[in-house]
């Protein structure tokens, strides 16, 4: 059994803070999350985020500069920190994850984060 669990969405005004978490627990293979996606309404689901198994991150243009990435290993645990949120901001948000060792992914449920006055 793969579980990969979201939290940390939620509503919030322009200009505030969120961070979301995405936590891998799986007691048959491991699995590590390494990327963060949105899909907004009417949009395509676009890669926001990535971190790679080494520390290395990437981010789209969009969010650099407001967002971070980063993981804890110990924990299997993927973050997503998002400051000076924008409503263009608004959207579902996805954890992916890749199975150690293959090329395998696998998907969070989905967080809704909006952004609103």
């Known amino acids: 059994q793969v579980q990969l669990v979201e939290s940390g969405g939620g509503l919030v005004q322009p200009g505030e803070s969120l961070v979301l978490s995405c936590a891998a627990d799986?007691?048959?293979?491991?699995?590590?999350?390494k990327s963060w996606y949105r899909q907004a309404p009417g949009k395509q689901r676009e890669l926001v985020a990535t971190?790679?198994?080494?520390?290395?991150?990437n981010y789209t243009d969009s969010v650099k500069g407001r967002f971070t990435i980063f993981r804890d290993n110990a924990k299997n645990t993927m973050y997503l920190q998002m400051n000076n949120l924008k409503p263009e901001d608004t959207a579902v948000y996805y954890c992916?994850?890749?199975?150690?060792?293959?090329?395998?992914?696998?998907w969070g449920q989905g967080t809704q984060v909006t952004v609103s006055l």
């Open positions: 992916n994850a890749a199975r150690v060792g293959r090329d395998e992914y696998y």
């Open positions: 799986t007691s048959f293979f491991s699995i590590y999350p």
């Open positions: 971190i790679t198994f080494g520390g290395d991150t």
